[in-house]
């Protein structure tokens, strides 16, 4: 897929969490030197709780967003314990994978 260019392995940690903390998690990945994370709204889904979709809901309860940081392996478990810490008081998910990229200076 990527040919001759090299690659390098770094962590994407994926946060799944409702959209009433997400300013809370933004200012921890901030204080916690996070160099890059993406934010997208999660549409629908299905947990513990059962289904839910974003539709239909009035305010930000209820609603999920997903962030996504990707970094150095070395950095992970500095960065999961405080994140870990705010989410497992809500309705959430994180989950850590193994990925590559193709320009490490990112990250």
Avoid at 74 to 92: A, C, K, M, N
Wanted: with cysteine.
């Amino acid at each position: 897929m990527t040919g001759d260019l090299p690659t390098y392995a770094k962590k994407r940690i994926e946060i799944v969490v409702e959209a009433p903390i997400l300013n809370r998690l933004l200012d921890l990945l901030d204080d916690l030197k996070v160099t890059g994370y993406t934010v997208i709204p999660a549409l629908a889904g299905r947990g513990r709780e059962g289904s839910w979709r974003r539709d239909g809901l009035v305010g930000g309860a209820g609603q999920m967003v997903v962030v996504i940081c990707i970094m150095d392996p070395t950095r992970v478990r500095d960065v999961l314990e405080p994140v870990y810490s705010l989410v497992s008081r809500q309705i959430g998910i994180v989950t850590v994978d193994d990925v590559q990229v193709i320009r490490t200076d990112h990250f």
